[in-house]
């Protein structure tokens, strides 16, 4: 994007160089942009690198295959390292000499089997296999050159012992302090009782009721005024019934109400 909003070109860029992964896409691409030239424009350092070379002569052979000429941008880039050269991106102008492909990779290195434009479709694996693969082992290389080379330079330069800091002098000389062993001991409390189901007869005193911290009674269908009359002996003197709409408390409500006999009680 970087590169045709700045010299004002219809670029179509791909990942590590693998415009021909896709060929189905890549050639409808080209069927929609029908161009008269294809200009590639290499990165910096590209002739050095045998797995970016690989990949740009992939792509030349794919091209031909459909009828193309592939042509270069050359301003001395593909010789020089990624820290001297640039790319075309960071190009301010367009500069450099347009000339075909060969002219400026030089020829295919007879190892490399040509591919034709009908078996150039492979699988994901075998790409990753040809392509990526390679990519990533050099990529790990450069990772692991610098990360070691790194750790090499400081174990050929250590630091004299004379050189450390007052603060760094404690560091090393500190002991470890001795953790004091210690055990806990939690005093172990019931759980509150929230709700128990309502026996015949075995209903708790109300005093009784309130030392268990006041837990709901479940009554079953029919027990309604069986366990008010149990409740009204033992010293329940009010009484909330949460029951849902439908489960008889109007109708359990009027025999109350009327004077009849719940039980022994009489309300």
Known sequence: MVTGYRHKLNVLGAGGCNWHSSPQQFEEILEQLNPEQIILNPDAGSLLNPQVLRQYRNLNRFLKGLGYTLLVRDWGQGNQSKSEGLDVDELPTLEGDIKPFEDWAGHEPESESV?????????????????????????????????????????QHPRKAETLTESEEKCFNAKPQEQPQSSAIALWKPQPVTSLPYIPGQLPEFEDWQGLGCPVFLIQPGQRLEFYAEAYQKGYKFLKDSTPTGHGKSYDARTIVTGKQIGRAHV
């Open 115 to 155: 591919i034709s434009h009908q078996s150039s479709t492979i699988s994901a694996s075998d790409w990753f296999q040809r392509h990526k693969l390679p990519q990533l082992q050099d990529e790990l290389g450069e990772v692991l050159k610098r990360f070691f080379g790194k750790k090499l330079k400081s174990y």
